[in-house]
């Protein structure tokens, strides 16, 4: 079955790290860029980190130097290490990948994107 599996979400004190995992199932990574985004209910989906094919990284501002995106082709996962942790990180964070090799064509990511095949997502909650 084709499917993204997240995984290494949990509960966690401000100040803590965890380490989600984004694999792939019935088909390889190599070739697309892949997002992690987080959903807080009522409120929009935010963009967090994407990582291209090249495996050059991008994060959204309120990420940048706490959180590493990274990704092993040959094991078909993503990885999203999230250190610093804070009470408004808490969400439900999804990882999706796109079709397109490169998350962005400029030096910013937008946090958007054509991502069209989605995770089921995993539950990451920051108590303070």
């Known amino acids: 079955q084709v499917q993204l599996v997240e995984s290494g979400g949990g509960s966690v004190e401000s100040g803590g790290s965890l380490r989600l995992s984004c694999t792939a199932h019935g088909f390889g990574l190599d070739y697309y860029s892949i997002g992690w985004f987080r959903q807080v209910p009522g409120k929009e989906r935010e963009g967090v980190s994407c990582?291209?094919?090249?495996?050059?990284?991008y994060y959204t501002k309120s990420v940048k130097g706490r959180f590493n995106i990274s990704r092993d082709n040959g094991a078909r996962t993503a990885y999203l290490t999230m250190n610093s942790l804070k009470p408004e990180d808490t969400a439900v964070y999804y990882c999706a990948t796109s079709q397109l090799s490169a998350c962005t064509y400029d030096n910013k990511w937008s946090g958007k994107g054509i991502f069209d095949f989605w995770g089921q997502g995993t539950q990451v909650t920051v108590s303070s």
């Open positions: 990582i291209s094919a090249d495996g050059t990284p």
